[in-house]
């Protein structure tokens, strides 16, 4: 149409010897849209050259014209690289649970034999739970989505496919809670992240084993932390403190603070007669603190996440769609997989009647 009112203008202001002016150049600039077709559905849609990414009106698929398949030339050294994790991280847990042991028990069954068969149960319970969840998150798929029909226009219906875009590595729809890891080599539904640690990523079958796993490993930092500390405690020389000069110190706080000094100085001046438990036992407390705080970290950015009915990706993909989520506790409870009527004995201030579809 726009050809054809250029042709028309154009006959208009031809001169007489049959010169066409300068304003038959409009016809070179009008852009025709060309066709192509759906991934989804097949049909045949009218596109913008200059469209990078359309939505099909019929599936509500999404195509990216100029989406290219990089090819994943590091994947071997990724899978070794996460396989070698998991070996050490199993292996530094074992370490610690039997180091942990051979430190601790012969000390607190030396006390009283009830205590240490309670205690060593207890440190039995902590390792079965802390390894099986481990194991699980680690050697359990992460979680695949659901088969769905795409490709033809009969068996794709209308919206069948909306907000779906096509992965190019697995020749596959996507949905927009599915993310494709290049680690793993597949499309993870829910991915919240790849963990080298547990050489998987943490998706949909596994993200409630690796919140567990966290739980379970914090709590044993707790508990070693304790038990170290209280056999070193229990089996270090006695201090040898030297009093305090009462009269060069002139305020609390600094009467406080040479009280410390001197109680540290003397401490570590005994700590050199220690034997090799003690030694174990100082060595344990130190990485438990360690692993302790890096794991707090960990477990209370997840639950935060959960919280705010989000994962790790989308909190990056900020869009409007999730600046609506809602920031409710039914989410940790959905999350878990907690009955319903547990919610009823949520303190009332944490329910806000609203509620996030992950």
Known sequence: MLAM?????????SNENGIVSKEEDCSTSVDVDHETTCWGCGLRVLVSPYASVFKCGWCGGITKQNALKCENQYFKWRRL?????????????????????????????????????????VAVILSISTLSTFCIAAFRPAGSPPTILWGSYPTVGKSGLENFTFCHYCSKPKSPRTHHCRSCGI?????????????????????????LFL????????????????????????????????????????LIFNALKETI????????????????????????????????????????????????LSHLRVTDSEESSEKDCQNLVRFFGCP????IYLPSFWKSGKSHKK
């Open 215 to 254: 739980l379970s490993a914090v709590i044993s930092m707790i508990y070693v932390i304790i038990m170290s500390s209280y056999s070193a405690l229990h089996i270090s020389p006695p201090l040898n403190h030297r009093p305090v000069s009462l009269l060069n110190s002139f305020a609390g706080s600094e």
């Open 81 to 121: 690289r996460d396989w070698c994790f998991v070996s050490i991280v199993l292996l530094f847990m074992l370490c610690f649970i039997c180091g942990g042991i051979w430190a601790v028990y012969p000390i607190v069954f030396s006390i009283s034999f009830f205590c240490g068969l309670f205690t060593l149960t």
């Open 265 to 312: 100085l003397t401490f570590l001046r005994s700590e050199v007669f220690l034997s090799a438990r003690g030694l174990a036992l100082v060595y344990l407390f130190i990485t438990s603190v360690s692993v302790e705080i890096g794991l707090s970290v960990l477990l209370w950015q997840q639950l935060y996440y959960i919280y705010e009915g989000k994962t790790y």
């Open 187 to 211: 499309c993870i539904l829910d991915m919240d992240h790849h963990c080298p640690f547990i050489g998987n990523c943490v998706g949909a079958a596994n993200h409630r084993s690796f919140i």
């Open 340 to 343: 319903y009527v547990a919610a």
């Open 5 to 13: 009112d250029c042709e028309t203008t154009n006959g208009l202001s």
